[in-house]
């Protein structure tokens, strides 16, 4: 049994997906979320950029005292390399793994779709992931750009009009590939979930890598004697921003379904992690 909270990161609010299953699947947890909100988006940014990025927003975790970091972000997990991880002596895991596996063993056709920011499609990491189960299966990638920016000034509404036809834009290469499977790749997307699922007419198993990532953690936690011991009455959520508290915790309120007005703080990565670290 241990105690200790979950770390969970991302550039802002994608990782609430995997908060929200987190919460569904293993209440007894207490979590400490960082939204980099300072910093977002980090999908426009260059690799090494997003590295640093990565590795201060761990190191802030780690100084939480967390029994395991989820990279609840495609694209910082898109960096993370065996190398970079082997440095943390905690347990970690990105959304990409659970994602790929997911996709693998549900599509029937072969035919595989992935969409996220600029840079998790230019590193190809989903694909990587996909091939090393099944080389045969064929990979379409699209980056999405605007929906971060979208997502992150609460526009997700089901008939928000402007998401809908940028959604209609950039989804027009998956519809057409025909793909049976798309894999949401950034976990800002499926906050909306819906509007990409009407564009696609329903044609595909859409994937939450967020879900996905909250149910390897349930594995991880439990074949290693790590869940929480205590009653879900006592388990608590604490999240930490990098900018101006109320768009995220409007946003973060209508998503989660849970007030958050108290348990939400406003950090400066940049020097706690230069100088408390
Ligand atoms: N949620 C992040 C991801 O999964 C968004 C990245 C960004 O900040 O651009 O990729």
Not at 7 to 25: N, P, Q
Not at 55 to 76: E, H, N, P, R, Y
Not at 200 to 210: E, F, H, K, Q, R
């Amino acid at each position: 049994m241990d105690n200790r909270p979950i770390g969970v990161f991302d550039s802002g609010l994608g990782g609430l997906t995997v908060v929200r299953e987190l919460r569904k699947i293993l209440p007894n947890e207490n979590i400490v979320y960082f939204g980099d909100t300072g910093r977002v988006p980090y999908g426009t940014r260059s690799r090494s950029t997003i590295t640093r990025y990565t590795m201060q927003d761990i190191a802030f975790l780690k100084s939480k005292d967390v029994k395991m970091i989820v990279v609840a972000c495609g694209t910082a997990s898109s960096v993370l390399t065996k190398e970079l991880t082997s440095k943390i002596d905690i347990p970690i895991t990105g959304v990409i793994q659970p994602a790929a596996q997911s996709a693998a063993s549900l599509s029937q056709s072969g035919t595989i779709g992935v969409i996220g920011t600029t840079a998790t499609i230019r590193s190809g990491a989903y694909g990587k992931a996909i091939h090393a189960i099944n080389p045969t299966f064929r990979v379409v990638g699209k980056d999405c750009p605007l929906f971060v920016p979208l997502v992150e000034n609460g526009m997700i509404e089901k008939d928000n009009e402007i998401t809908s036809l940028t959604a209609k834009m950039y989804l027009k290469i998956i519809k057409d590939e025909k793909v049976d499977t798309l894999i949401l790749g950034c976990t800002h997307y499926p906050l909306i979930y819906d509007i990409i699922n009407e564009i696609m007419d329903y044609s595909a198993v859409l994937i939450d890598p967020g879900k996905e990532t909250a149910h390897y953690v349930q594995s991880y936690l439990t074949a290693n004697g790590m869940l929480n011991g205590e009653s879900s009455e006592t388990a608590n959520i604490h999240f930490y921003v990098s900018d101006t508290p109320s768009g995220f915790e409007s946003t973060a309120h209508i998503f989660l379904g849970e007030d958050i007005s108290g348990c939400i703080e406003q950090i400066d990565i940049e020097n706690l992690t230069q100088s408390e670290i």
